[in-house]
């Protein structure tokens, strides 16, 4: 009876702990997906900006569409599936493999703006790590890389907190979102109510593309997507601008 007895404690205290660690994990997945997170984020559109200048996004429903289309098109295709290579770079601590895809991932990034939002949000991805001290010998690996793009660091502190991989795919997208369609509530602009419909509707699509994206293989990565490469361009030299892309 007493051996029972210790034996369901056991089971109690093993469950409690399975249970404690996965809560820990999703703590660590929604401070990493959080807008609180100090990276600058909240200060690009990604072109976003220059389709609402011309035209194309002027609503809800066009706003949830360009959203949509970029998960779809752009991230899908290329950004989720380097970036799940990124992690497992990380996990298998294979240095070589990290150095290959963020240097892939910086030489796909095809507009200045771009280019140099990756890189200002990875410098400051680095110095948050450094400071939150979460994994010396991490960041000091990370901080060897030049340039160091964003899904490089942010790949690392996943891999660290051992956040599930789709997970963290998962919330990677949902930030990146949430920060588009705030870009289209300041920009269009689009009321609270709407913006709340924009994410619901958004928010259905992101497992699939998570999904999708974890199945392509190296040759099928592509980064090509016009309309956002060509709403980038031009945001460069638009006249009247909140965002820095």
């Known amino acids: 009876m007493h051996t029972a007895a210790a034996t369901t404690i056991m089971s109690t205290d093993a469950a409690f702990e399975f249970e404690h660690g996965g809560q820990l994990e999703l703590s660590r997945l929604l401070q990493l997906s959080s807008t609180l997170l100090p990276v600058g984020a909240y200060s690009y559109s990604q072109g976003l900006e ?11 429903n066009t706003a949830a569409r360009w959203i949509g289309d970029v998960i779809a098109i752009y991230l899908c295709r290329f950004e989720l599936p380097v970036l799940q290579r990124m992690r ?23 507009t200045a703006e771009a280019r140099a939002e990756t890189l200002q949000m990875g410098y400051s991805m680095v110095r948050l790590l450094d400071g939150l ?21 942010y790949a690392c502190a996943a891999s660290v907190w051992k956040i599930p991989t789709r997970s ?15 870009a289209a509530m300041k920009a269009i602009p689009l009321g609270q ?12 699509k992101i497992p699939v593309a998570v999904n999708r994206a974890c ?12 309309g956002l490469s060509i709403a980038g361009s031009r945001h460069e030299t638009q006249y009247s601008r909140l965002f820095r892309s």
């Open 168 to 182: 963290s795919l998962h919330a990677y997208v949902w930030s990146w979102a949430e920060n588009q369609v705030s």
């Open 193 to 204: 109510l709407a913006g709340q419909r924009t994410l619901l509707e958004i928010g259905s």
């Open 88 to 110: 497992a770079a990380w996990d298998a601590d294979d240095t070589e493999s990290l150095r290959y895809w963020n240097n892939f991932y910086c030489a796909a990034r095809d």
């Open 215 to 226: 199945e392509l293989r190296d040759d099928e990565l592509s980064n090509f997507a016009p």
């Open 133 to 153: 001290e979460i994994d010396a010998g991490a960041v000091k690996t990370l901080s060897c890389f030049e340039p160091v793009s964003f899904p490089l660091a």
């Open 50 to 60: 220059w389709a609402i200048e011309s035209g194309q996004v002027k609503d809800m």
